[in-house]
């Protein structure tokens, strides 16, 4: 059975570059036509998805935080990296990472987060933006 475990800073300064990682067990990043999703929740608010690596190595972005976001994956390392720039308090969030075969189209034009599309999650990690 597959697991995701999020790791990374949990306090970041506004204006600096949030990084996180999801490092992958019982399975593997490069295979099965899956999708390896970042996917945040503010607080008091709903999920939000921001962004997804294929098992290919190709990525796909919400559009309203692409210019922001750079996701990436390690074969070598088994794991999914998420890089945040020029944060701000609004990025306050519990990050987690998540494994589906196929991303809907409300998530890549809206953002929106369907959660049955998902087989695995993470169990989070909270990151604050404070100075």
């Known amino acids: 059975q597959v697991q995701l475990r999020e790791s990374g800073p949990g306090l970041v300064k506004p204006s600096q570059t949030l990084s996180l990682i999801c490092t992958v067990s019982?399975?593997?990043?490069?295979?099965?036509?899956?999708?390896w999703s970042w996917i945040r929740q503010p607080p008091g608010k709903g999920l939000e998805w921001i962004g997804a690596?294929?098992?290919?190595?190709?990525?796909v972005y919400n559009p309203s935080l692409k210019s922001r976001t750079s996701i990436s994956r390690d074969t070598s390392k088994n794991q999914i990296t998420l890089q945040l720039t020029s944060v701000t308090p609004e990025d306050t969030a519990v990050y987690y990472c998540a494994r589906s075969k196929t991303i809907a189209a409300q998530s890549i034009t809206r953002g929106t987060v369907d959660r049955g599309e998902y087989d695995s999650w993470g169990q989070g990690t909270q990151v604050t933006v404070s100075s």
């Open positions: 690596a294929h098992y290919t190595g190709g990525t």
């Open positions: 019982g399975g593997s990043v490069a295979t099965n036509s899956q999708y």
